[in-house]
């Protein structure tokens, strides 16, 4: 088991990897305790979860939204939850913003803490503060930041995920490896059989390679005013692919990744060599997707964009493999860039 410790200004928050789920409930208080789960979580693990009043909701992004949030809220509130409670979140991604969102608005604040169940929270989601919910067709555009106090990230909850929720959480594992560690994405290529098969002790290194990175941007700049953005990595094709196809968000990031990566080898930030290396390691674990959006829809979810400021986005070019930058591209050349990558492909496809 390795402790990963997160400081930002005023908390500190330690994510431990490799740690058996189970021994989360004697880092519990012994009262006021809630734990948020989903349906699928619950029923595969609920009979093993600390002895806590459980909130499980409807599993998937459909339910990051206020009226869930609303909903768990009144719900706290009957159990009696006031401001020395904590929140203990039990799933993936969805559950963990969700839990984390709450935790930092319920009575101004409490407590909270997770157990990170799928691979995209485990190596993503669950490490760095940030949470959110969606507002219509909008990703994340209603979010805090509150640092969890510890996340427990045992690598054998990763046994039970469905093959496509593993492949998801893969693409965020090759994204923090194009960004920020040329080693993890040496091992990434060279482990493909490893992975696939789940291979524990494999799967436990890798993740905690991809936190050590994230815990070290974080530390540095939390609220996103430099360096984070390169978190956002194929995020923004990522999030327009995301919200118009229904794909989840694993796989739309590694096709925002592959858009990215084209983009950053027209800007002249990649050597071809690298760019179809990135794009070789993707399709190798068949995380493209097809998207073809259109150009009123990729406007709308352009312009809505958390990354935009003005008549400018903040994109994120891989500047190398284990390397990127985060510039300011006027709005309408990120446009232009995917109208012309369509094109492009609907004419090799004929
Ligand atoms: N806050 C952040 O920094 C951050 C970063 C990346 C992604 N995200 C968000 O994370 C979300 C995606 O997270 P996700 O991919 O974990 O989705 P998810 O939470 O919806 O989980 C995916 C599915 O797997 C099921 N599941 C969870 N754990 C399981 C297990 N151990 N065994 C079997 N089934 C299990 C869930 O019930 C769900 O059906 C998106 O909303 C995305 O925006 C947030």
Sequence with gaps: MEKIAIDTAGTKSEILVGERWEKAGALLPDKGVIIISDDNVFRLYGDKF?????FSIKPGESSKKLEVIELLAERLLGAGIDRSGFILAIGGGV????????????????????????LLSQVDAS???????????TKNIIGTFLQPEFVVCDPAMLMTLPDEEYLSGLAELIKTAVIGNEK????????HDGII???????????????????????????????????????TFGHAIEMYKATKHGFA????????????????YLEVSEKER?????????????????????????VHDKKKSGSEIYFVFASGIGRAVAEKVPVSEIFDFYRQNRKDRKNRSL
């Design 197 to 235: 098969s789940r291979d524990r002790e494999l799967l436990e290194f890798l993740i905690s390679m991809a936190i050590k990175y994230k815990a070290s941007v974080v530390s540095e700049d939390e609220r996103e005013t430099g360096l984070r953005r390169v978190l956002n990595f194929g995020h």
């Design 50 to 54: 600390p002895p806590f009043p459980v």
């Design 184 to 191: 993890l994405f040496g091992l990434i290529e060279d482990n």
């Design 127 to 137: 490490t760095g503060g940030k949470n959110g919910v969606n507002l219509g067709n």
């Design 253 to 268: 990031v590694a096709s925002g990744m592959e858009l990215a990566v084209s983009y950053s080898f027209k800007r002249g």
């Design 95 to 118: 559950v963990c913003d969700i839990a984390g969102f709450l935790a930092s608005v319920y009575m101004r604040g409490v407590r909270c803490a997770y157990v990170s169940t799928t």
């Design 278 to 302: 990135i794009i070789a390691l993707l399709k190798r674990f068949d995380l493209l997707r097809y998207h073809d959006i259109p150009d009123n829809q990729l406007y709308q979810y352009i």
